[in-house]
């Protein structure tokens, strides 16, 4: 068995002062039949280890419906990296920032009166619960007894946000008590108090940074001052939101950053080594003053692309590393060209229009009242007989709302730009269609509620008699995939369907630059969202989700099309960076 762990200046590996060079990737951001494919790239660009948050709410989105197959099946991705030779770390969070919704924590635990990531006793049972079952995967995959796994992090950047001591501390004795004997590190960037603020003394002491190298590990090792100096997060890309640019970094800086790094003797975890997709409705968002939602591709200008392929970073990296350590001569395979083509689409009928909800309540019912996970609800309510316009007013919409009356598109609400009033016609029904477009992952706004918030009102007076009715987008396409004949849709949104002819299995691109905004599933596999907003054009289709003969494309549009059909286009456009 080897053994691992913290020495007085270095991690030691069965004895052997150790260089950590891990790098990041989310099994829940790649398909799992891909996984062992990214891993190994991994072990081609010279990296030791391999290191993954576990998101929670993928794992039990609904309270007490653990899975832990498929996509989920976290001792499976373990496996694979023990079997390509590398070793592991596991951030179990319970929160995981990353990007993903929530920061990782379920809705169900988020819409109840606990107060997070603290020691509150409620807040602590749920979360003792689902530490266990992660770390009934996590135990036996430990080092000690012949798997991959070497460190466990608690927590994520807590110095962030909290500073309860007694928190952290029940988070190091339910990791101990399940078993955990590898070392226990923290992260956080490099403040002071922050690193105070997010760690114990019997924690060992790591940063989050993507530049300053030599300036942040002085900062780190002024508050750990033994052991081995570690970046358990060095950023070698970011992350996209709608409406802004394509962000990527400087290979050349970027790998100088990378040497840096490891000539100062320190380890790393390149964050992200993959950064995949946010398949689904599984992004985040960001809220610093401003809503700003992130976009379904986490490319992050990482060493492999969003479809894994190496990139420009892949090799100056590969390169840095191989000063340091050994580095496999073999190279990762080109990528076979994936089909580019058109594909007709053809309308099968508007989608958002099932019955109201019968019960009426007086407020429109919030997504977490309504305990629905999907992207939609629509409200309705009866319209007071007016003379003309009137102002619809709203205290706040979560987070992107389309307006009818008597099924007649008046505009639209965004969170994003603050709008709370629209003025309206005079009619009988108002229907509000109202998308949650990602949960905020970072900071004070986690768990927060989604849909109408407060009662509107029409000119001042309340508007009250709602009808708050759910819509599970997946399952509508699941529907409408079926379907054989075409159905013209009105003016609101509409619904289309196409067929991809494959010879083979293949990685697709699919552009969806002549669409305005909605959601693309192929052969039942939700790809993600879609936004002319930009800056990302093509969604990503892992080669897994198709298969030879024909390809079910299920488009659920929530404006218009330009054009009624679907581009497939070689590779992928993620949109303008900055100039
Ligand atoms: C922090 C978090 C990560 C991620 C990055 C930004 O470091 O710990 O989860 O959100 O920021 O990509």
């Known amino acids: 068995m080897t053994s691992f762990s913290i020495g007085d200046t270095d991690f030691l590996r069965d004895g052997q002062p150790h260089q950590v ?30 290191e993954t948050y576990v998101a929670w709410n993928a ?73 266990r079952r992660v770390y009934e995967i996590v135990a036996p995959r430990q080092v000690d007894r012949g798997g991959p796994v070497v460190l466990v992090q608690i927590e994520n950047e807590y110095g962030a946000y909290g500073s309860d001591k007694a928190y952290l501390e029940a988070l190091v004795t339910l990791t101990k008590d399940a078993g955990i004997t590898v070392p226990l590190t923290t992260v956080d960037q490099p403040v002071d108090q922050m690193l105070e603020d997010g760690s114990l003394p019997a924690l060992h002491k790591t940063g989050s940074f993507g530049s300053r190298t030599t300036e942040r590990l002085a900062t780190l090792r002024a508050h750990q001052p033994t052991g081995p100096l570690m970046c358990s997060e060095f950023w070698d890309g970011w992350f996209d939101w709608w409406g802004g640019v394509h962000h990527t970094t400087e290979v ?27 398949f689904g409705l599984t992004n985040g968002a960001n809220h610093k003053g401003r809503y700003l939602p992130i976009v379904t591709s986490y490319d992050y200008d990482a060493p492999l692309d969003e479809a894994g392929n190496p990139t420009a970073k892949f090799f100056a990296f590969r ?49 977490d009242a309504l305990a629905h996970l999907s992207a939609l609800a629509r409200y309705d309510v009866a319209l007071p007989p007016t003379e003309g316009p009137g102002l619809l007013s709203l205290e706040e919409v979560r987070d992107l709302a389309w307006v009818q009356v008597d099924g007649q598109p008046i505009g639209t609400l965004s969170r994003t730009r603050h709008d709370r009033t629209l003025r ?44 708050s009715t759910p819509l599970d987008v997946a399952e509508i396409a699941r529907t409408l995939a079926a379907r054989t004949d075409a159905a013209e849709a009105g003016s609101g949104p509409s619904a289309w369907i196409g067929d991809i002819p494959l010879d083979a299995p293949s990685d697709l691109f699919l552009d969806t630059t002549a669409w305005s905004k909605g959601y693309a599933f192929v052969n039942g596999f939700f790809l993600g969202r879609y936004w002319r ?38 590779g992928l456009l993620l949109g303008d960076t900055e100039e």
């Not at 800086?253 to 995949?276: E, K, Q, W």
């Open 252 to 278: 050349d800086a970027a790998a100088a950053d990378l040497d840096a790094m490891l000539s100062a003797g320190a380890s790393v975890n390149i964050y992200m080594f993959h950064g995949g997709t946010n």
């Open 533 to 570: 907003n930009g800056p990302q054009r093509t969604l990503f289709v892992p080669a897994p989700a198709t298969r030879a003969g024909n390809n079910r494309l299920v488009v659920l549009e929530l404006e218009n099309l330009l054009a009624p059909h679907a581009e497939l286009v070689a």
């Open 319 to 367: 390169d840095v590393i191989a000063k340091y350590a050994p580095v496999p001569e073999e190279l990762p395979t080109a990528a076979s060209p994936s089909p580019t083509l058109t594909v007709p689409l053809t309308p099968v009928g508007a989608w958002t229009d099932a019955p109201a909800a019968d019960a009426a309540t007086e407020t429109p019912r919030t997504f």
């Open 424 to 467: 309206i016609p005079a009619g009988r029904t108002l229907s509000i269609l109202v998308e949650d477009q990602g949960r905020v992952n970072y900071d004070h706004r986690l768990g927060e509620e989604k849909g109408l918030l407060g009662t509107p009102t029409l000119d001042g007076i309340l508007l009250t008699g709602w009808h």
């Open 59 to 131: 794992h039990e989105p609904r309270r007490g419906e653990w899975d832990a197959t498929g996509w989920n099946d976290l001792g499976r991705f373990l496996d694979l990296v023990h079997a390509e030779g590398l070793d592991a770390i596991v951030r179990p969070g319970p929160y995981i920032c990353a990007e993903w919704h929530n920061g990782g924590l379920p809705n169900w635990l988020t819409a109840g009166e606990r107060s997070l990531r603290s020691s509150d006793p409620e807040f602590l049972v749920d979360i003792s619960a689902y530490l």
């Open 21 to 50: 060079i891990s790098g990041a990737l989310h099994y829940f951001r790649v398909h799992p039949d891909q996984w062992q494919d990214r891993i190994r790239k991994a072990r081609l660009m010279g990296l030791n280890t391999i």
